[in-house]
């Protein structure tokens, strides 16, 4: 079972290494419980998914695409699944930082080889890539990127 404070820890920590970001976007958010921490922590975050059934938060209801025009100062995820590597990629095209949690891949990897590959596709696009890690059980490895 995934820990219920993964969402307020992931938007403290986002806080404490981003305290000059206002606008976030939270992709492949589900239902916006992130992004209802995030506005507890003082970000306006808008969420990108699906999902139709979501709490009152401000919702995209599609996925993110390199396409999307750029409105944020940090693009998130909180195990994100399929989209990890989306916020990777749309961060270097914009040039703007990324911090993700990721829980598994999107391309069949292991954790271990798939964290590897995140931290390696990040550094060559052009990030400073830092590892950190949330106080909880469960995926809790934060994976940042700043633009050099």
């Excluded at 307020?8 to 992130?34: N, Q």
């Amino acid at each position: 079972m995934a820990d219920k404070r993964r969402f307020e820890l992931f938007a403290a920590y986002l806080k404490g290494s981003f305290p000059s970001a206002r606008r976030v976007y939270d992709v492949a958010g589900g239902m916006g419980r992130l992004n209802q921490e995030l506005t507890k922590a003082g970000f306006e975050a808008l969420t990108f998914d699906v999902r139709v059934k979501r709490l009152p938060v401000p919702f995209a209801e599609r996925r993110l695409t390199l396409e999307e025009p750029c409105a944020c100062d940090l693009v998130v995820g909180m195990h994100p699944d399929g989209a990890t590597s989306v916020i990777v990629a749309y961060a270097a095209r914009h040039r703007i930082p990324f911090s993700i949690v990721p829980c598994c891949s999107d391309n069949g990897m292991s954790y271990k080889p798939w964290m590897r590959h995140l931290a390696a596709a990040a550094a060559e696009a052009g990030f400073m890539v830092e590892e950190g890690s949330l106080p909880m059980p469960g995926r809790s490895r934060v994976l940042t990127g700043r633009p050099r």
